[in-house]
């Protein structure tokens, strides 16, 4: 197959450890930067450009879309989509990964256990959104942050006013969200390709940081899920549309909580200290998906 990974960088981990198995196992491999490739929308003649040369004799694509470029490339995802090129994640999918709000409103529909949150943007009743969930100490978010940027905890009343009203002032989204103590430091990454979980590491800060991202100084262990942690890992995927993402879950007194299911997460931490083969098992999973699936598929837009 002729397979094309959408990212910005060659070098990344993830993206040279694709490349590497897919070429092992006969596929040809390109590395396209999505933000410089530009596209011509006409009747019935979706082209995509990359350096002055079509893109029409592509098998299938797997995307890497940076949270800052989430816009352009689902953009440029729709658009292979609407060659009938398939990928591993759908450009809907993306833009549902990258919204919070949605992605919340999403699995708690899907019965996916979620920290007790609240959403707001230009409502001055702190007092009340406070109580709504839960009372200090809170965790408080911009809606469309990442890597553990935008996210403080307020462990006062106060405190929690004052961030608000940064964020009130400001005119940013945010979202208000329980602080789960038995938890602070520490969460789960679920690595889930097809339906099945395939790698989980447990993510712990180093310091009195309430934040475990390992883009913020934590550090990742192999951990064994349990059955109920694995089915909601499995099923928070299946609720976001993506067969191929990382689940971020936190362990509670009332089971596993799922913060956030990435659709371009990492492999570095998780392959490197479970000893798991991720990217085969991607490369795997496209192999018995992506064959005879050049037909126009359903577009989400």
Same mark, same amino acid.
């Given at each position: 197959?002729?397979?094309?990974?959408?990212?910005?960088?060659?070098?990344?981990?993830?993206?040279?450890?694709?490349?590497?198995?897919?070429?092992?196992?006969?596929?040809?491999?390109?590395?396209?930067?999505?933000?410089?490739?530009?596209?011509?929308?006409?009747?019935?003649n979706p082209v995509?450009?990359?350096?002055?040369?079509?893109?029409?004799?592509?098998?299938?694509?797997?995307?890497?879309?940076?949270?800052?470029?989430?816009?352009?490339?689902?953009?440029?995802?729709?658009?292979?989509?609407?060659?009938?090129?398939?990928?591993?994640?759908?450009?809907?999918?993306?833009?549902?990964?990258?919204?919070?709000? &949605? *992605?919340?409103?999403?699995?708690?529909?899907?019965?996916? !256990? /979620?920290?007790?949150?609240?959403? $707001? +943007?230009?409502?001055?009743?702190?007092?009340?959104?406070?109580?709504?969930?839960?009372?200090?100490?809170?965790?408080?978010?911009?809606?469309?942050?990442?890597?553990?940027?935008?996210?403080?905890?307020?462990?006062?009343?106060?405190?929690?006013?004052?961030?608000?009203?940064?964020?009130?002032?400001?005119?940013?989204?945010?979202?208000?969200?329980?602080?789960?103590?038995?938890?602070?430091?520490?969460?789960?990454?679920?690595?889930?390709?097809?339906?099945?979980?395939?790698?989980?590491?447990?993510?712990?800060?180093?310091?009195?940081?309430?934040?475990?991202?390992?883009?913020?100084?934590?550090?990742?262990?192999?951990?064994?899920?349990?059955?109920?942690?694995?089915?909601?890992?499995? &099923? *928070?995927?299946k609720a976001m549309?993506?067969?191929?993402? !990382? /689940?971020?879950?936190?362990?509670? $007194? +009332?089971?596993?909580?799922?913060?956030?299911?990435?659709?371009?997460?990492?492999?570095?931490?998780?392959?490197?200290?479970?000893?798991?083969?991720?990217?085969?098992?991607?490369?795997?999973?496209?192999?018995?998906?992506?064959?005879?699936?050049?037909?126009?598929?359903?577009?989400?837009?």
């Open positions: 197959m002729k397979i094309a990974i959408l990212s910005k960088g060659s070098a990344n981990y993830t993206t040279r450890r694709l490349k590497e198995v897919a070429i092992a196992r006969g596929h040809e491999v390109r590395v396209i930067n999505y933000a410089k490739c530009y596209m011509t929308v006409e009747r019935g995509v450009y990359y350096k002055g040369e079509r893109l029409t004799d592509i098998d299938a694509i797997i995307p890497r879309i940076g949270q800052t470029y989430t816009k352009y490339g689902s953009a440029v995802v729709r658009q292979f989509e609407m060659q009938g090129v398939y990928t591993t994640t759908s450009s809907i999918a993306i833009v549902r990964s990258r919204d919070k709000l &949605r *992605a919340y409103q999403l699995l708690a529909k899907a019965e996916v !256990g /979620v920290p007790k949150t609240v959403f $707001a +943007r230009e409502t001055a009743d702190f007092d009340e959104v406070i109580e709504v969930a839960g009372g200090a100490p809170l965790i408080i978010k911009v809606a469309r942050g990442t890597h553990g940027n935008g996210v403080v905890l307020a462990e006062t009343r106060k405190a929690a006013k004052a961030v608000m009203q940064a964020f009130y002032v400001e005119g940013v989204s945010f979202l208000v969200q329980e602080f789960v103590e038995e938890s602070a430091g520490s969460d789960i990454r679920a690595l889930v390709v097809g339906g099945r979980v395939v790698a989980s590491i447990k993510r712990q800060s180093l310091d009195d940081d309430f934040r475990s991202n390992t883009h913020q100084g934590g550090v990742g262990t192999a951990v064994k899920l349990t059955d109920e942690e694995e089915k909601t890992a499995v &099923r *928070a995927a549309g993506l067969p191929i993402c !990382g /689940v971020d879950m936190m362990r509670s $007194a +009332r089971g596993p909580l799922v913060l956030e299911v990435n659709s371009s997460a990492s492999l570095r931490t998780p392959e490197t200290v479970t000893d798991r083969d991720v990217a085969t098992k991607i490369i795997e999973y496209i192999e018995r998906n992506a064959k005879g699936r050049r037909r126009k598929d359903r577009v989400g837009a």
